[in-house]
């Protein structure tokens, strides 16, 4: 009874509307089949739009999922843009500046090593360089930068008794698939000596590593120091130089604190605090300029730990 009712009040609608096809009108078993075959198409039709609505909210979401994936991605700072991490070079000093997703190097051709490497390490990529998931050291070798002429391939150190020393240190850079690739070219390598590289060199990049996290943003800038006449080593022994010593300038603007550190290349046992001189000592030693917005002449161990 109720089912007959609703499919003549869908008639009357049908007709007041004009959408009856005059054949039907007076033929009641016609009229019946008719209004049956209106009532599923409309029915499939509500199904089919419903399953449009939901594909499209499917999209949606697929849509902020990824964009989400992207933002966590693109938390590592563009170093190429960032002021303060240029880096003056002393007149007369083979100079080629790189700049990789996350870090700038200055790289000496003549040398072929990095003059000095700068990146900006900020709280949030410290969290995705120590996530779970962090890109694991062990899939990544050294490598030459194709795109760097004076470049040295990675088997050029072997049997020169140092290290690869990276600049810029993978522990900081392992949060992404790029920045750890990049972080293992050569232009970011200095022959380092291998217990200084393993022992208290490690122990100030992990210093680092956790100051960044608490003070939310820090500029690091890394780099040799040259002797007058450096020892070499590579492809017949003569064209790769040996750092005398490095050192490591670290600037936290949002605290307006600075200190530096500088370790001869060799093994050098005690407190980090033995080896913390100011920013203009570096500048001395090295020729090199950083940004008037670093304070020059800070050395208080204490305000860092």
């Given at each position: 009874?109720?089912?007959?009712?609703?499919?003549?009040?869908?008639?009357?609608?049908?007709?007041?509307?004009?959408?009856?096809?005059?054949?039907?009108?007076?033929?009641?078993?016609?009229?019946?089949?008719?209004?049956?075959?209106?009532?599923?198409?409309?029915?499939?039709?509500?199904?089919?739009?419903?399953?449009?609505?939901?594909?499209?909210?499917?999209?949606?979401?697929?849509?902020?999922?990824?964009?989400?994936?992207?933002?966590?991605?693109?938390?590592?700072?563009?170093?190429?843009?960032?002021?303060?991490?240029?880096?003056?070079?002393?007149?007369?000093?083979?100079?080629?500046?790189?700049?990789?997703?996350?870090?700038?190097?200055?790289?000496?051709?003549?040398?072929?090593?990095?003059?000095?490497?700068?990146?900006?390490?900020?709280?949030t990529m410290v969290d995705m360089a120590d996530a779970p998931d962090h890109e694991?050291?062990?899939?990544?070798?050294?490598?030459?930068?194709?795109?760097?002429?004076?470049?040295?391939?990675?088997?050029?150190?072997?049997?020169?008794?140092?290290?690869?020393?990276?600049?810029?240190?993978?522990?900081?850079?392992?949060?992404?698939?790029?920045?750890?690739?990049?972080?293992?070219?050569?232009?970011?390598?200095?022959?380092?000596?291998?217990?200084?590289?393993?022992?208290?060199?490690?122990?100030?990049?992990?210093?680092?590593?956790?100051?960044?996290?608490?003070?939310?943003?820090?500029?690091?800038?890394?780099?040799?120091?040259?002797?007058?006449?450096?020892?070499?080593?590579?492809?017949?022994?003569?064209?790769i130089a040996v750092p005398e010593a490095f050192f490591k300038v670290l600037y936290?603007?949002?605290?307006?604190?600075?200190?530096?550190?500088?370790?001869?290349?060799?093994?050098?046992?005690?407190?980090?605090?033995?080896?913390?001189?100011?920013?203009?000592?570096?500048?001395?030693?090295?020729?090199?300029?950083?940004?008037?917005?670093?304070?020059?002449?800070?050395?208080?161990?204490?305000?860092?730990?």
């Amino acid at each position: 009874m109720k089912q007959s009712l609703k499919i003549w009040i869908l008639f009357a609608a049908m007709v007041l509307g004009g959408a009856i096809p005059p054949q039907v009108i007076g033929d009641s078993g016609i009229t019946t089949q008719w209004c049956a075959q209106a009532k599923s198409k409309k029915k499939a039709k509500k199904k089919k739009n419903k399953n449009k609505a939901n594909k499209a909210k499917a999209n949606k979401s697929s849509f902020y999922s990824a964009a989400s994936q992207s933002t966590l991605t693109s938390k590592t700072p563009q170093q190429g843009s960032n002021t303060l991490l240029a880096v003056g070079i002393p007149k007369g000093v083979s100079n080629e500046v790189i700049n990789y997703k996350a870090i700038r190097v200055n790289f000496n051709p003549s040398l072929r090593i990095p003059n000095c490497v700068a990146y900006e390490l900020t709280a949030t990529m410290v969290d995705m360089a120590d996530a779970p998931d962090h890109e694991k050291r062990k899939s990544y070798n050294y490598a030459k930068d194709p795109n760097v002429k004076s470049c040295p391939e990675q088997w050029e150190y072997r049997g020169s008794g140092y290290s690869r020393g990276h600049m810029a240190p993978a522990m900081d850079m392992r949060g992404d698939k790029t920045t750890m690739a990049q972080c293992f070219y050569m232009t970011n390598m200095c022959p380092q000596d291998t217990k200084l590289n393993n022992d208290h060199w490690r122990v100030l990049e992990e210093k680092v590593h956790r100051w960044a996290k608490r003070d939310k943003r820090l500029m690091v800038y890394t780099g040799p120091i040259m002797g007058k006449n450096p020892m070499m080593i590579g492809k017949n022994q003569a064209n790769i130089a040996v750092p005398e010593a490095f050192f490591k300038v670290l600037y936290a603007p949002g605290q307006g604190r600075s200190i530096a550190f500088i370790y001869e290349n060799r093994p050098c046992p005690g407190n980090i605090s033995k080896y913390a001189v100011t920013v203009a000592e570096v500048e001395r030693r090295t020729g090199l300029t950083f940004s008037s917005a670093i304070p020059k002449k800070q050395c208080n161990i204490a305000d860092w730990q």
